[in-house]
């Protein structure tokens, strides 16, 4: 089996794609078949960085990574579309040569701006490929690669309707891939890694600033750090940027205080070990945290910045009754305080653990079925 994957441009398209290849290699060994995967990714972007670490030479599931042009894509005038609009025509020739070469069973799309040339590659070769989309509604690049999809993966039912009713037939419930790692219980790890005591009765809190911080939740951390110490083990991610800023966080430590700059092998089992997580409500770390049945309140990203997505992620997040979320205005001080009081409630962090484990069981994962469409089989 050949596969070459695609996608990037952030970590939420790449992490589900890494995890969907560790799957398929799995998948083939335990059929005696062999399967080489080759990924397509943004040459100048952060895609060769990550991908490059999961290459098999590393231990990894990628036979090698194949750097393309990469053009954005825009909803708005901008000059800047002239340019990007000459890469794109680039990155569709570089993608069909390489495919050309590689001769790949399939394509999968994970999505991001760098998956469009090869997805449209792979039509004019008549290679078939699938699409996956993690977030409530279709971006951008999912929907120009839909049209010619074999079919389109997506993370809620409820997606396929966002579709025209030629291409919401093709629409396949996978929920969103996360990597093997979050499917093991390492919370002893995680709390050993926090240095966790064992005799604490407070519920830790984790707080996912993102890698790059998130400057509202971190701003909240510290304006309200005795309020929530004197209720939680704050375990705090802040971000690289927030924790250069802020040289104080040092000597904030303590046992009920554990600020990190960026948590990157370890997340696992830091999730693993937490009651509570206060976070954003972007694809990767949402389904995360659900597939580790951790209660949550979002604080989704909105405003003009974004077309909505995560604000879309959390309101069914919410009435699964999987998390609580505070969107907008909503999200003052007083508000997040207040909805971290219901928390403190082992029964309620129960229900919603209850709410996260019924998203994450339905639909079939993705690897299984491409494997089935490789191998010709009704079952893997």
């Not at 062999?34 to 991908?51: A, H, Y």
């Not at 093991?184 to 407070?202: H, P, Q, T, V």
């Not at 924790?243 to 966080?249: D, F, G, T, V």
């Amino acid at each position: 089996m050949r596969i070459v994957f695609t996608g990037g441009g952030t970590g939420g398209h790449i992490y589900p794609g890494i995890a969907v290849c560790a799957e398929l290699k799995a998948l083939s060994a335990s059929k005696g078949q062999t399967c080489e995967i080759f990924w397509l990714g943004n040459k100048s972007g952060m895609d060769r960085q990550i991908v490059e670490k999961q290459l098999v030479s590393n231990g990894g599931s990628v036979t090698a990574f194949y750097g393309i042009p990469c053009g954005k894509l825009r909803r708005y005038f901008s000059l800047k579309n002239f340019a990007d609009f000459f890469r794109f025509i680039a990155g569709i020739i570089r993608s069909f040569f390489i495919l050309l070469k590689l001769k790949p069973d399939c394509v999968f799309s994970k999505g991001g701006f760098v998956s469009v040339p090869p997805c449209l590659a792979s039509r004019f070769l008549h290679i078939p490929y699938y699409t996956h989309e993690c977030d409530f509604t279709p971006g951008l690049a999912t929907k120009l690669n839909s049209r010619g999809a074999k079919n389109i993966f997506v993370s809620y039912s409820e997606t396929s309707s966002y579709f025209p009713s030629t291409l919401a037939s093709r629409c396949l419930l996978t929920g969103n891939p996360v990597r093997p790692v979050f499917y093991s219980d390492s919370s002893a790890k995680g709390r050993e890694f926090l240095s966790l005591k064992e005799n604490s009765a407070k519920p830790v809190l984790l707080v996912i600033g993102g890698s790059l911080g998130a400057l509202q939740l971190n701003s909240f951390v510290l304006e309200n750090i005795s309020w929530l110490t004197e209720r939680f083990v704050v375990v705090h991610q802040t971000g690289g940027a927030f924790y250069r800023e802020h040289p104080e966080l040092e000597k904030m430590k303590s046992d009920d205080y554990k600020p990190y700059d960026f948590i990157y092998g370890e997340m696992p089992s830091v999730i693993q070990a937490a009651d509570v997580v206060l976070t954003r409500s972007g694809a990767n770390s949402l389904w995360e945290c659900a597939v580790c049945s951790k209660p949550m309140l979002l604080i989704p990203l909105c405003g003009s910045g974004t077309r909505g997505d995560q604000v879309d992620n959390a309101k069914y997040f919410v009435e699964k009754n999987a998390a609580l979320a505070l969107i907008g205005e909503e999200a003052n001080s007083i508000n997040i305080r207040e909805s971290l009081l219901k928390f403190l409630d082992s029964g309620f962090r129960s229900s919603l653990s209850e709410g996260c484990r019924k998203i994450c069981a339905s639909g079939e994962r993705p690897a299984s079925l491409i494997a089935k469409y490789i191998y010709g089989q009704g079952e893997v």
